[in-house]
Nanobody, 118 residues
Framework: QVQLVESGGGLVQPGGSLRLSCAAS????????MGWYRQAPGKQREWVAA???????NYKDSVRGRFTISRDNAKKTVDLQMNSLKPEDTAVYYC????????????WGQGAQVTVSS
């Protein structure tokens, strides 16, 4: 049974930091390229960061240098460390894999709310 559970969201001031974690069932983390996505109110969901099974990472231009994606196959988690947060980072954050999403008929977890505000 496929399951993705995001955690670690919250309210933070501009310039602050948060660390999101995604717990995945089975061998999802070790078997698939993983990514983080976000969706702000009234906006389309957008890709933020990715890590492949070999550990190679990539980032959306607006978060590069501030966010770091990582994977722990033993813990079956993929994390997103977010530093120097800006109000425009406010969104619900989701983890997923495009390959997994297609295999599961567009499954998404509940996401984690991140609010950056003074």
């Amino acid at each position: 049974q496929v399951q993705l559970v995001e955690s670690g969201g919250g309210l933070v001031q501009p310039g602050g930091s948060l660390r999101l974690s995604c717990a995945a069932s089975g061998s999802i983390i070790s078997s698939y390229d993983m990514g983080w996505y976000r969706q702000a109110p009234g906006k389309q969901r957008e890709w933020v960061a990715a890590i492949n099974t070999g550990g190679i990472t990539n980032y959306k231009d607006s978060v590069r240098g501030r966010f770091t994606i990582s994977r722990d196959n033993a813990k079956k988690t993929v994390d997103l460390q977010m530093n120097s947060l800006k109000p425009e980072d406010t969104a619900v954050y989701y983890c997923n894999s495009e390959s997994l999403r297609k295999l599961t008929n567009n499954y998404w977890g509940q996401g984690a709310q991140v609010t950056v505000s003074s």
